[in-house]
């Protein structure tokens, strides 16, 4: 039993430059050639590769001997080589629910950032978002008020993290930011605003790829009540909504 048990940790993997793995026990390394023997045929004969042809060696104590760069698109692809930090850049297009006193709106926004690894990216993120319902609601003094049309400006740092990085990858993120009133006759909504969200991305090849994400969006605003006897008095309310969005992804 402990002679099988030293057999079966004893296996080193061979990566070639195109792709594929070998699993082997490798018996000597020169110049130009590496000699090994199959894994599951030790007594076998000894195989000769070209060492050019090999991209690394994974030997069975842990250690790792890297002989060229890998070249090939397929590798790359399969291992997400390219993708693993650099820039990362989204355009989103998206619809909020509003909840509550806040109307629907229409969004877009482009993000532009820097992924540090295949787990995490973070960027600073400018969008559009178009209140185009005319919405009433009640006033703390008994009276109605009318939130109009508008078009307001999210300014937020975003960041995001990826689960089991690959082709198809679930995500988290997180929106923190300030909104501007753009065009509108209403002292709403404008303030500090989050966003939280979930969703899944899909890359469709080496630097694009699209996403997925469902997400709550929170914004802070003032409202003014107004009252013959007491003039006007400004509230900081919380408007809320639900927002859905579909965004292409350039890395």
Not at 52 to 78: H, L, Q, S
Not at 172 to 194: E, K, Q, T, W
Request: no cysteine; proline share 3%.
């Amino acid at each position: 039993m402990v002679g099988m048990a030293v057999v079966v940790n004893a296996q080193d993997i061979i990566t070639l430059k195109n792709g594929n793995e070998i699993k082997a026990k490798v018996t000597e390394i020169s110049a130009s050639e590496i000699k090994y023997k199959r894994f599951d045929y030790l007594d076998g004969p000894t195989i000769l590769i070209a060492k050019r042809e090999v991209f690394a060696i994974n030997y069975e104590n842990g250690t790792r001997e890297v002989f060229n760069a890998i070249t090939t698109p397929a590798y790359r692809e399969r291992h997400n080589i390219d993708n693993r930090y650099g820039y990362e850049g989204i355009i989103d297009f998206g619809y909020g629910v509003g909840l509550g006193d806040i109307s629907d709106f229409l969004n877009f926004s482009t993000t532009h950032g820097f992924r540090f690894n295949p787990y995490f990216s973070m960027g600073f993120r400018v969008g559009l978002r178009y209140y185009y319902q005319d919405r009433y609601y009640y006033g703390y003094y008994g009276y109605w008020y009318k939130m109009k049309k508008e078009l307001v400006l999210p300014f937020s740092m975003h960041f995001k993290g990826t689960f089991l990085p690959g082709k198809v990858a679930p995500f988290i993120a997180l929106g923190v930011g300030y909104s501007i009133r753009a065009v509108s006759d209403n002292d709403v909504p404008y303030g500090l605003i989050f966003n939280p969200s979930v969703g899944v991305q899909f890359r469709l090849a080496r630097k694009f790829g699209m996403n997925f994400s469902i997400g709550y969006d929170g914004q802070f605003a003032s409202n003014y009540n107004y009252d013959s006897y007491f003039g006007h008095e400004e509230i900081i309310k919380l408007h809320s909504a639900l927002t859905f969005k579909f965004g292409l992804m350039f890395l």
